[in-house]
């Protein structure tokens, strides 16, 4: 079974770039609804976010972990 990750930019001035989150979904459709409330808690006036959503298939190695 595949796993997703919510991957978060915002485009605030103090901004570290980008947020990796290890969702609990297990459909791509629900990792979208998990990820744009996620994004929506990010979001405030001055710091606008985009959001994508990755899926990583149960029989691939990542070299180091998503940070």
Partial sequence: MS???????????HSN???V???TS???EEAKKEA???KGQRED???????VVV??????HLARRLT
């Fill in 26 to 28: 297990t459909t791509l």
């Fill in 17 to 19: 770039g980008f947020n």
């Fill in 3 to 13: 796993r997703f990750v919510a991957v978060i930019h915002g485009w605030h001035v």
């Fill in 55 to 60: 899926e990583i298939d149960d029989t691939e």
């Fill in 21 to 23: 989150h290890d969702l």
């Fill in 36 to 38: 744009c409330w996620l």
């Fill in 45 to 51: 006036s001055f710091d606008r976010c985009a959001y």
